[in-house]
């Protein structure tokens, strides 16, 4: 159903032109050319003080958007990497005993810097100094995520992305730090739907609600959860998918059930059949797309999915 | 690792550090540190859960990658700010406290609608609450203002799906709309309850 509010739709061209004007603000700053190596600073800084910039906000920007030198970009490139070294393998360690961990890291010196250019010594091998850290840092849970990543591009022959990004198959994985509890959904009809037992779950009817109807649909862990959970929820028609907007709908206790519950029409959805997949894990980690839910099914490691087919009525 | 730092870290740098400047956010901070962390995110969201968002990118589909990484970087920072998670700037006015400001200062709707200040929030929230999915496709249909039937070749999507997205825009900028008039409307009347308020502004 399109909309037939042409207020609401001159609106929506507006917030269009003007991502279109942020684009070549962007695009003709001689901030971003001074970071793309375009310009060098003093330049940038005569045209920006041309342009009435503020000395203040000159200072800021040469400092903010001059390419990172070769020991911050080696910095960042242990920062991403060290999260190899925190990755407990698969018979040690207590992966929740990470939860919430922050680590931090520093820009290399000098002598590291050397040293790594002599012995090409693996970031990975690197101890890391917290103690000495400044601000560098990166979530566990983060670092656990992106592992599996950093892999592939550390394996990567290439020197710059091209169309063979997806290296999925045979490539090489490591163990998934944070692992959430087991969670079971509780709809507002009373049916249930158990994790890990996915043959045996009982095909039950579409719930069926009205735009008016309130609903209410909890999850809740089988343990008591430890660190932060969230959850995202998408409508699923065949093989395709939205993201929904449950934001606003979704209180968490302490124990780390989540609730989600409104009125149907919360959920911004037409008339029709969907299934609602609710899904659970560490903010993080979750899905931002419907189509990760449609391709990883039920549960993907650090996160797990929860369904309930649902018909809103006219 | 260190080939896609560099190779990617410039669009990201300008990305980040523009959108940082623009929001007036540089009071008190080191630019390097905060340009860093910014930037350090960006690429942890881009190699998250296997790579998905970087791998998510198909150089068929007619976006560069440099194209695809601003977006990605746009919406990571805006959701970062907006979230207030790790935000460098937990001591400055909340994004809400912000659009209040902002509110007191527009007088008619037309001044509203012709108000970059509330584009760029209404343009920043759209950034905060789709996923890069959703911004790819708003970016393609009202940025760009390509046709459905380019957008479905693009995407692989079907029609339908993609007048679904496009109801979904509509909706969504309509609530945002909505909640913004909501958030001028209880500040008016704040003010007019209490006109003494230590916490009225004057302009």
């Known amino acids: 159903m399109e909309s037939e509010d042409p207020e609401i739709d001159a609106l929506v061209a507006a917030i269009g032109e003007r991502a279109r004007d942020y684009d ?16 060098d600073a003093d330049a940038a800084d005569e045209r920006a003080l041309e342009a009435g910039m503020s000395e203040a906000e000159r200072e800021w920007a040469r400092a903010a958007f001059a390419p990172l030198d070769e020991d911050e970009r080696g ?24 939860d919430g961990k922050v680590v931090p890291f520093r820009a290399k010196t000098e002598a590291e810097t050397e040293a790594e250019t002599k012995t090409r010594d693996s970031a990975a091998n690197r101890a890391h100094d917290p103690g000495s850290s400044p601000r560098w840092w ?3 849970g983060m670092i656990a995520a992106a592992a599996a990543a950093i892999l592939l591009w550390v394996a990567w022959p290439g020197d710059a992305p091209g169309p063979e990004l997806d290296l999925g198959g045979d490539a090489p994985t490591v163990a998934v730090a944070d692992p959430v509890p087991t969670f079971v959904l509780e709809t507002d009809g009373g049916l249930k739907q158990m994790r890990g037992a996915e043959d045996e779950q009982p095909k039950v009817a579409a719930h069926r609600y009205q735009r008016d109807t309130e609903f209410e649909w909890i999850l809740r862990p089988k343990l008591e959860v430890e660190g932060d959970i969230s959850v ?37 959805l037409e008339p029709g059949r969907y299934t609602i997949a609710l899904v659970v894990g560490r903010p993080e980690a ?23 087919d649902i018909v809103i009525e006219d | 690792m260190r080939a896609l730092v560099d190779r990617l870290l410039p669009v990201i740098q300008a990305e980040v550090g523009f959108a940082l400047l623009r929001g007036a956010r540089i009071e008190g901070r080191d630019p390097r540190q905060e340009v860093r962390d910014f930037s350090q995110e960006v ?52 994004a809400d406290e912000d659009l209040e400001r902002g509110m007191e200062a527009q007088t008619s ?40 039937d380019e957008v479905m070749a693009a995407t692989g999507m079907t029609r339908d799906a993609v007048y679904a997205w496009r109801s979904r825009f509509r909706k969504l900028v309509a609530k945002l709309a909505a909640e913004e008039g909501e958030l001028g409307s209880k500040k008016s009347d704040a003010q007019r309850q209490i006109p003494d308020s230590p916490d009225q502004r004057t302009h």
């Open chain 1, 24 to 39: 070549r603000e962007l695009e003709d700053s001689p901030w971003a050319a001074l970071a793309r190596g375009d310009l």
């Open chain 1, 75 to 98: 910095g960042l490139v242990d920062a991403l990497l060290a999260g190899l070294d925190d990755q407990p393998g698969e018979d040690e360690g207590d992966a929740e005993a990470n």
């Open chain 1, 138 to 140: 990166v979530p566990g």
């Open chain 1, 232 to 268: 995202r929820a998408f409508a699923l028609v065949g093989s395709s998918g939205l993201p929904l907007a449950i934001e606003d709908l979704t209180k968490q206790s302490k124990s780390g059930s989540i609730r989600v519950a409104g009125t149907i029409g919360d959920l911004d």
């Open chain 1, 286 to 308: 979750l899905p931002t797309q419907a189509s990760e839910v449609l391709a990883d099914g039920e549960d993907s490691g650090p996160w797990q999915v929860r369904r309930v």
């Open chain 2, 43 to 94: 690429f942890v969201h881009l190699l998250s859960q296997g790579g998905k968002t970087l791998r998510s990118w198909d150089p068929e589909r007619g976006r560069s990658l440099d194209s695809f990484v601003r977006l990605v970087a746009r919406r990571q920072v805006a959701a970062i700010l907006r979230s207030g998670r790790r935000n460098p700037w937990s001591d400055k006015p909340t």
């Open chain 2, 109 to 148: 709707h037309g001044a509203r609608l012709e108000s970059r200040e509330r584009l760029d929030r209404l343009l920043g929230w759209l950034h905060e609450r789709l996923d890069d999915r959703g911004m790819l496709l708003f970016q393609m249909l009202y940025v760009e203002e390509r046709g459905v």
